[in-house]
């Protein structure tokens, strides 16, 4: 009888999760505002999705719309203005973003800008996307983004460094949900465990705080144990919200919150997105974005 070999899961869920970022690390971009004195200032992370002819970025209204009116991408090593329609929900009647559960924006690209995004970046599609994921707390979930801990800027030339980092997790427990005012049908919260943790120059590392992964992408692999590291069943199912440095978890909102509000703001889209199972998206008057 032959030894067997044991495989530790935290070894396996390493290969996996970098081979799944491997693939759509370039389907995310960091986005930079201007501070006070004119330099450039990471504010987050974006997903780049593609909806027949329309190109949007995916992210949390905090980091679209919180920052000031001028938003730019990195571009051929040098930062661009981001050109567009930004449709995100309004804090208007509450008494700060934090208070946002929804808290997400969706950015219609227009030209100039969306060619050079096409150029530079790679497009996720509705395919791409599990729109009526049900939470479950033996699937492995990896994040995807640019934490602000290690991404620094010259004063002088202006130039930017900066590193996507991943890290995987399990959903956390129901209690944690109640913590921070959260629900499963609309929200997704996780363990942030910072030993599984690691971006993509450097051998696996304990990670900065997730600060900056806000618009971020959060997958899910279906499965714990994938012989064949080419073949990951995974999809896009959030995008990273809120990060709870005191709680030890990190929250995103489901993607189906999204993907129905592109549904009401394109309705010549809808017949290309699924319709979501789990909640009703309304819009008022005043283009607040409310879930049911």
Same mark, same amino acid.
């Given at each position: 009888?032959?030894?067997?070999?044991?495989?530790?899961?935290?070894?396996?869920?390493?290969?996996?999760?970098?081979? *799944?970022?491997?693939?759509?690390?370039?389907?995310? *971009?960091?986005?930079?505002?201007?501070?006070? *004195? #004119?330099?450039?200032?990471?504010?987050?992370?974006?997903?780049?999705?593609?909806?027949?002819? $329309?190109?949007?970025?995916?992210? /949390?209204?905090?980091? !679209?719309?919180?920052?000031?009116?001028?938003?730019?991408?990195?571009?051929?090593?040098?930062?661009?203005?981001?050109?567009?329609?930004?449709?995100?929900?309004?804090? /208007?009647?509450?008494?700060?973003?934090?208070?946002?559960?929804?808290?997400?924006?969706?950015?219609?690209?227009?030209?100039?800008?969306? %060619?050079?995004?096409?150029?530079?970046?790679?497009?996720?599609?509705?395919?791409?996307? %599990?729109?009526?994921?049900?939470?479950?707390?033996?699937?492995? +979930?990896?994040?995807? #983004? +640019?934490?602000?801990?290690?991404?620094?800027?010259?004063?002088?030339?202006?130039?930017?460094?900066?590193?996507?980092?991943?890290?995987?997790?399990?959903? /956390?427990?129901?209690?944690? $949900?109640?913590?921070?005012?959260?629900?499963?049908?609309?929200?997704?919260?996780?363990?942030?465990?910072?030993?599984?943790?690691?971006?993509?120059?450097?051998?696996?590392?304990?990670?900065?705080?997730? $600060?900056?992964?806000?618009?971020?992408?959060?997958? *899910?692999?279906?499965?714990?144990?994938?012989?064949?590291?080419?073949?990951?069943?995974?999809?896009?199912?959030?995008? !990273?919200?809120?990060?709870?440095?005191? /709680?030890?978890?990190?929250?995103?909102?489901?993607?189906?919150?999204?993907?129905?509000?592109?549904?009401?703001?394109?309705?010549?889209?809808?017949?290309?997105?699924?319709?979501?199972?789990?909640?009703?998206?309304?819009?008022?008057?005043? %283009?607040?974005?409310?879930?049911?």
């Amino acid at each position: 009888m032959e030894n067997s070999k044991i495989i530790k899961l935290s070894d396996d869920m390493d290969k996996q999760v970098f081979a *799944c970022g491997n693939i759509v690390q370039d389907s995310i *971009c960091s986005i930079y505002t201007l501070d006070g *004195c #004119g330099q450039p200032q990471l504010t987050g992370t974006a997903v780049l999705l593609n909806i027949k002819d $329309y190109f949007f970025l995916i992210s /949390a209204a905090h980091v !679209l719309s919180d920052n000031g009116p001028e938003l730019f991408f990195p571009y051929m090593k040098d930062l661009h203005g981001i050109e567009g329609i930004n449709h995100s929900t309004s804090i /208007a009647k509450l008494s700060s973003r934090e208070d946002d559960k929804v808290d997400f924006s969706i950015f219609e690209l227009k030209t100039p800008t969306k %060619e050079k995004f096409i150029n530079e970046y790679k497009f996720l599609g509705i395919d791409d996307i %599990e729109i009526n994921h049900i939470n479950r707390n033996n699937r492995v +979930y990896f994040g995807l #983004g +640019y934490p602000h801990e290690i991404t620094t800027v010259n004063p002088l030339s202006l130039k930017i460094s900066e590193y996507k980092y991943i890290f995987w997790s399990f959903e /956390a427990d129901l209690e944690k $949900y109640t913590l921070v005012d959260c629900e499963r049908h609309s929200h997704i919260v996780l363990k942030f465990m910072n030993n599984q943790y690691y971006n993509y120059s450097n051998p696996k590392k304990t990670a900065p705080a997730p $600060y900056g992964m806000s618009g971020g992408g959060l997958w *899910c692999m279906k499965n714990l144990i994938n012989p064949d590291l080419s073949n990951i069943d995974y999809k896009l199912v959030g995008i !990273l919200i809120e990060y709870h440095d005191w /709680a030890e978890i990190v929250v995103s909102i489901k993607f189906h919150l999204i993907t129905e509000t592109i549904r009401k703001f394109y309705p010549e889209l809808s017949e290309y997105i699924p319709v979501s199972r789990i909640t009703k998206v309304n819009i008022d008057s005043d %283009e607040t974005l409310n879930s049911d």
